[in-house]
């Protein structure tokens, strides 16, 4: 079974300093990862994905990710932060052969001024 | 957002009344999904759908049916509301499986009293 960790319940960082929410994950095979946002009230939101090739993906909003296949791990990073990033963040995986996509229990960011 | 449109937004009903959720999506994807989502937990996918008339179980099916009659909607019965489905419930779609994201509605926010 694929499953997703993400070790944190809430990151807490100063507006301008640089972020990361932890995520690893299992599953069979090559998997396909994914990173989502959630305001309040509202459903999640893509932020970026990895399926193949460079192991650094950008996406929306100045967010990247860096797939680790050794340590089973796709963390999202942020290089200044920004109050407006408060949100909830998700990380989701899917095997290449499957048709679940499987979500972490979701780590909440704090950015103060 | 995505053409996701879920009704209601709010629902409170008792215990042991049938309760029906609706997903309409305008953008012609193939897949849709209905996950719910409880703190701690992120999100657990109930069922999901990939094509009219063609659904499966996801990983927390019990207790939720689901039917798809046409292309941009997919329903979601609870047959006979307990207190343990109190929960937000969101669409998602995709246009394939493997890399493709997942669009997400806003959810409907269901209280079984």
Known sequence: ?113 | DAGITQSPRHKVTETGTPVTLRCHQTENHRYMYWYRQDPGHGLRLIHYSYGVKDTDKGEVSDGYSVSRSKTEDFLLTLESATSSQTSVYFCAISEVQGGSPLHFGNGTRLTVT
């Not at chain 1, 100063?14 to 994914?34: D, H, I, Q, R």
């Not at chain 1, 996406?59 to 999202?76: D, I, P």
């Not at chain 1, 949100?87 to 899917?94: D, E, G, K, P």
């Open chain 1, 1 to 113: 079974a694929q499953s997703v960790a993400q070790p944190e319940d809430q990151v807490n960082v100063a507006e301008g300093n640089p972020l990361t929410v932890k995520c690893t994950y299992s599953v069979s095979g090559n998997p396909y990862l994914f990173w989502y946002v959630q305001y309040p009230n509202r459903g999640l939101q893509f932020l970026l994905k990895y399926i193949t090739g460079d192991n650094l993906v950008k996406g929306s909003y100045g967010f990247e990710a860096e797939f680790n296949k050794s340590q089973t791990s796709f963390h999202l990073k942020k290089p200044s932060a920004l109050v407006s990033d408060s949100a909830l963040y998700f990380c989701a995986v899917r095997g290449n052969a499957g048709n679940m996509l499987t979500f972490g229990g979701g780590t909440r960011l704090m950015v103060k001024p």
